[in-house]
């Protein structure tokens, strides 16, 4: 249902659960100057607003609304890049009589969005503001002793031409040191004005009611012009890279570029799992488990960017075996067709977290948003129906796409 041009509302009624999940979702094309902003001032908006300037009276409100659930944060989807508001409140049905949660928390939902603590024309609070942008930046810096973390960041760095997309959806300390107040509350109010909005409601609802709600935000049309997907041209040859570090044990990073179109994505999906998705993935099972050489070993694949990851924690010194095990791996998915066994095996799994997903409410809110931003609208049968039609001949032919782009690897010892 479009509420207006560019501003979407998604109502999935369902009785099945205790709570009604909110969803607000705005998403504009990922740019390293935007990014710093939208976050900081996500990080406002969940903390304070107008009419609530206190971080206790905003936790005193959401007791009132029996201990509801409320944050803002940010993620990344190919190129485009996502503020998500969320709230969780305890269904009608479920609370004394006469006691109505959803309208109330529609209306803290509303002034905390659409309101929030400003200082004049100055921009967002000074004091509240400066508070939020020192944790933001604490915890920024604890990421850099995730050395997993950190190995993975900077392959990705390394690995994409494009600087904006090399970011994380958080950015980076230089872009946040940068923002000030003004400019955090401007990006705000931009992002309310401009970005594609997506409300996805599930829960014990009148569709009616919703819209009614929404409509009451009074949104502005808008026609966002968004790119969903990201591709690069492959690398002449492969870069390695070594970073020395003061690590007990190493972090390999192999990215594969991997294209595949729309209608093979779901062949790309087994493929993944097959490889190193899974606990009986081969990576897993005859890297780790049975030659032991890792720690921990997956694989990863991103379909809107096109980037297959594959991740491993190793003693230095099983290194260079652990890559000749990944690549042998590979390289075996892309001779030998994977046995009639071992392919059903992949599938019944898939199937079954695909519906353990369905009974996690954030996760069918999560899923509406993504056929939404991606134009894929697949329903519970379709999606079974296509990964049934998956066979080991379409994995072998995934498998020959991958190509290796980036041998990366942080280690400790002398260079």
């Not at 690549?327 to 977290?353: C, F, G, H, W």
């Amino acid at each position: 249902m479009e509420l207006v041009e560019g501003v979407y509302l998604h109502v999935l009624p369902n009785q099945g659960f205790a709570t009604t999940h909110i969803q607000v979702n705005f998403t504009q094309n990922l740019t390293a100057n935007m990014v710093g902003p939208r976050v900081l001032a996500s990080n406002m908006v969940e903390t304070v607003s107008a009419e609530l300037p206190s971080q206790k009276l905003m936790a005193q409100a959401q007791s009132k609304l029996y201990g509801a659930d409320f944050n803002v944060d940010v993620m990344k989807t190919g190129q485009l890049h996502t503020v998500r508001a969320s709230l969780v409140l305890a269904d009608n049905e479920y609370l004394p009589a006469g006691e109505n949660t959803l309208q109330a928390g529609l209306a803290f939902l509303k002034s905390s969005l659409l309101y929030p603590l400003i200082d004049g024309d100055r921009g967002f609070h000074l004091t509240v503001f400066e508070r939020q942008k020192a944790i933001t930046l604490d915890e920024l810096a604890g990421l850099k002793e995730d050395r997993q973390y950190l190995a993975l960041r900077q392959a990705l760095q390394v690995y994409f031409v494009s600087k904006d997309q090399a970011l994380p959806a958080f950015g980076s300390e230089e872009l946040l040191v940068e923002t000030n107040r003004l400019v955090a509350y401007q990006a705000w109010q931009a992002m309310l004005a401009n970005d594609r909005v997506d409300i996805v409601v599930f829960g014990q609802v009148d569709a009616e009611m919703i819209r009614t709600a929404f409509m009451s935000w009074h949104w502005a049309a808008r026609q966002p012009k968004l790119s969903l997907n990201y591709q690069q041209p492959l690398l002449e040859q492969v870069k390695a890279l070594r970073v020395q570090s003061d690590v007990n044990q190493a972090h390999l990073v192999l990215i594969y570029q991997l294209k595949v179109s729309a209608n093979e994505r779901f062949a790309a999906y087994v493929f993944n799992m097959l490889l190193g998705g899974h606990a009986v993935s081969r990576l897993f099972m005859n890297v780790r488990e049975s030659a032991g050489l890792a720690y921990a070993i997956s694989s990863d694949y991103n379909l809107f960017t096109g980037v297959l990851l594959v991740e491993a924690g190793v003693e230095r010194s099983n290194l260079a075996e652990t890559r000749q095990r990944i690549e042998a791996e590979l390289a075996r998915l892309q001779t030998e067709l994977v046995s009639p066994d071992e392919l059903a095996t992949i599938k019944q799994l898939m199937n079954v977290d695909f519906l353990l997903a369905l009974d996690q409410p954030a996760r069918i809110v999560d899923r509406e948003l993504t056929q939404a931003l991606t134009n894929q609208h697949t329903s519970i049968a379709e999606w079974q129906d296509n990964l049934k039609a998956v066979t080991a001949e379409d994995v072998m032919q995934v498998a020959l796409r991958a190509q290796l782009q980036l041998d990366y690897a942080l280690q400790g010892g002398e260079a």
